[in-house]
């Protein structure tokens, strides 16, 4: 499903993050995701119709924050969110994460699938909660909800990319 050309999101930033030559999973997830994001996204801020939008993302005193401004230039309120839902489904990606790396280094492709199932599932979730906890405020449809949560998940890694 393409967007609307005003309903998506046209620059994307993690904040707090250092550049990584790394290619494990985390950070194949995080380069897939930023690339689907530019290419594809629905996100549309309830009360603002001015897009598409620059969005920002950061963790500060373990509270994700999002910073959203829209094509005319203008801040829309900062979105601060509590991280403690997120904690199980951030820590079991992790965990997922380091199966996949050794399931790959042990050359088991049966494993690496049925990790990867994992994964999707877990992402699954991840996007349900974001978009629940966002309804007021943001609406985005689940691939955009998806790729957000791979990318709060980054934030975690310490190793990211910025695209503009």
Same mark, same amino acid.
């Given at each position: =499903?393409?967007s609307?050309?005003? #309903?998506?999101? !046209?620059? %994307?930033a993690?904040?707090? =993050?250092?550049? #990584? *030559?790394s290619?494990?999973l985390v $950070? ?10 530019? +290419?594809? #996204?629905?996100?549309q801020p309830?009360?603002?119709?001015? &897009?598409?939008? $620059?969005?920002?993302? #950061?963790?500060?005193? +373990?509270r994700?924050? %999002?910073?959203?401004?829209n ?15 997120? $904690? ?16 790959? !280094? *042990? &050359? ?8 990867? =199932?994992?994964?999707? &599932?877990?992402h +699954? ?13 943001? $609406? =985005? ?5 998806? !790729?957000? %949560? ?14 503009r």
């Amino acid at each position: =499903m393409k967007s609307a050309p005003k #309903s998506r999101i !046209r620059t %994307f930033a993690l904040r707090g =993050m250092e550049g #990584s *030559e790394s290619k494990t999973l985390v $950070q194949r997830d995080h380069e897939t995701a930023l690339r689907d994001l530019k +290419n594809d #996204s629905f996100f549309q801020p309830v009360n603002d119709q001015d &897009g598409p939008y $620059q969005v920002e993302l #950061s963790v500060e005193d +373990n509270r994700l924050v %999002f910073r959203v401004a829209n094509d005319a230039g203008h801040d829309l309120p900062m979105l601060v969110l509590s991280l403690k839902p997120y $904690q199980r489904l951030i820590k079991d990606y992790f965990l997922i994460v380091q199966s996949y790396d050794e399931a790959v !280094r *042990e &050359g088991k492709p049966s494993r690496i699938e049925a990790i990867d =199932m994992g994964r999707r &599932g877990l992402h +699954n979730e991840g996007a349900e909660l974001l978009m629940e906890r966002l309804k007021d405020k943001i $609406q =985005m449809d689940m691939n955009t909800a998806r !790729r957000l %949560f791979s990318l709060i998940c980054v934030l975690h890694s310490g190793k990211a990319i910025i695209w503009r």
